[in-house]
């Protein structure tokens, strides 16, 4: 029985790793539940698996349920420190951060001291302190499982390979819902038209990071770390129909490629099962019915995300934070109708050219520095 710790279990990622561990239950067992401020569906999540821990970092969202409620065989707790502690808890075996944003930065870090092996799905901890992150895992003998399905589809091709003879990482996009539009048909886009995804059912933030391609940006960045490698082996390839997650090519010119229908359950069962490879109830892919494969280079002028993304990590130091720490606080902002679609890569360009790159940062740094963008970020939006 593996133990698993969710650090989000009321999104995307989180409640489908819930149906993963539904469908196995004799396999795995959700020791940990964890939420931000979605008191009612943590509250059912509690009564169908009843983990010994589950929590609430929202003080409000915890006064709501814990007045309301009593379990017999869950300790809730509040706050932010709690969810901290909750990756480093002895009952667990691997954690799940599947948290949007900086926020699953600390949690992630305490779990890699406390010795967990992590199944990533918060990319955001990569973008904004990779080198630190990946430094640490290895010196806790922590192993990194990425629950992306771009970084699910390298970490299966390249099992068993050699990593020195990556020639190259392709990246696969499915072009988000604008593919082959311009600057001047983004420029009124609805939220509702943003939120369109053409093939993957993902939560709103990640969804708006698709259409402007930095999701496909962060991945870059995270790809990097994860495996590596330089920039220049790390390949953008639009591919429409999502049906190859992503691939690699290597020095002798094979191309080693990972297809599987488009469902984010697939990777986070192979992540929190791994290495053993079991089966699941996803849609199985019908080759007969597929009428082509297509690819495309992306469009770095028009979806400008992707190529600040590349400047970015390859600058190093806090820009990635401040980077990943601008587009929150822009896709917030367009979400609430505050913005426009094309004013998230005016804001996050704003913040890279006013606020200064640190080499080197340590933690305590990125956490200044990923409040200072944040808040240099609220100031452009209120220029605009």
């Given at each position: 029985m593996k133990r698993v710790a969710i650090l989000g279990s009321t999104g995307s990622i989180g409640t489908q790793a819930l149906d993963v561990i539904r469908a196995h239950h004799e396999l795995l067992s959700a020791e940990?539940?964890?939420?931000?401020?979605?008191?009612?569906?943590?509250?059912?999540?509690?009564?169908?698996?009843?983990?010994?821990?589950?929590?609430?970092?929202?003080?409000?969202?915890?006064?709501?349920?814990?007045?309301?409620?009593?379990?017999?065989?869950?300790?809730?707790?509040?706050?932010?420190?709690?969810?901290?502690?909750?990756?480093?808890?002895?009952?667990?075996?691997?954690?799940?951060?599947?948290?949007?944003?900086?926020?699953?930065?600390?949690?992630?870090?305490?779990?890699?001291?406390?010795?967990?092996?992590?199944?990533?799905?918060?990319?955001?901890?990569?973008?904004?302190?990779?080198?630190?992150?990946?430094?640490?895992?290895?010196?806790?003998?922590?192993?990194?499982?990425?629950?992306?399905?771009?970084?699910?589809a390298?970490?299966?091709?390249?099992?068993?390979?050699?990593?020195?003879?990556?020639?190259?990482?392709?990246?696969?996009?499915?072009?988000?819902?604008?593919?082959?539009?311009?600057?001047?048909?983004?420029?009124?886009?609805?939220?509702?038209?943003?939120?369109?995804?053409?093939?993957?059912?993902?939560?709103?933030?990640?969804?708006?990071?698709?259409?402007?391609?930095?999701?496909?940006?962060?991945?870059?960045?995270?790809?990097?770390?994860?495996?590596?490698?330089?920039?220049?082996?790390?390949?953008?390839?639009v591919h429409p129909q999502s049906i190859i997650h992503s691939m690699v090519e290597f020095v002798d010119g094979s191309v080693i490629a990972q297809l599987a229908s488009t469902d984010m359950r697939l990777p986070i069962q192979y992540a929190l099962t791994y290495p053993a490879r079991i089966a699941s109830t996803v849609d199985r892919l019908d080759f007969w019915s597929m009428q082509s494969l297509t690819f495309e280079e992306p469009d770095l002028e028009t979806f400008r995300g992707l190529k600040i993304a590349y400047e970015v990590g390859r600058r190093g130091g806090t820009a990635p934070c401040i980077f990943n720490a601008a587009n929150e606080i822009a896709v917030g902002a367009f979400l609430d109708g505050r913005i426009k679609f094309l004013d998230i890569y005016r804001v996050i360009e704003g913040v890279l050219d006013q606020q200064p790159i640190i080499d080197r940062p340590t933690l305590e740094t990125l956490i200044v520095e990923n409040n200072s963008a944040r808040s240099l970020a609220e100031k452009i939006i209120s220029a605009l």
């Open positions: 940990v539940i964890a939420a931000h401020s979605n008191d009612a569906l943590l509250e059912r999540q509690i009564d169908e698996f009843h983990p010994p821990i589950a929590i609430l970092s929202d003080d409000a969202a915890y006064s709501r349920l814990s007045s309301r409620r009593k379990f017999p065989s869950t300790k809730l707790l509040g706050g932010r420190q709690s969810l901290i502690d909750a990756a480093t808890f002895d009952a667990v075996d691997i954690v799940l951060t599947s948290m949007s944003g900086f926020a699953g930065l600390e949690p992630t870090i305490a779990a890699i001291n406390a010795h967990k092996n992590i199944a990533l799905a918060n990319k955001e901890t990569l973008v904004a302190a990779g080198e630190l992150v990946m430094r640490l895992a290895d010196e806790c003998g922590v192993k990194i499982l990425p629950v992306d399905s771009e970084h699910g390298f970490f299966q091709c390249l099992n068993g390979e050699d990593r020195r003879a990556i020639k190259k990482l392709l990246l696969t996009a499915s072009g988000g819902p604008f593919r082959g539009k311009n600057q001047s048909d983004l420029e009124n886009v609805t939220v509702d038209q943003v939120l369109a995804h053409p093939t993957w059912n993902m939560g709103k933030k990640i969804t708006v990071d698709s259409a402007t391609l930095v999701n496909k940006g962060l991945e870059v960045i995270e790809a990097k770390f994860l495996y590596g490698v330089d920039y220049d082996q790390i390949q953008v390839v």
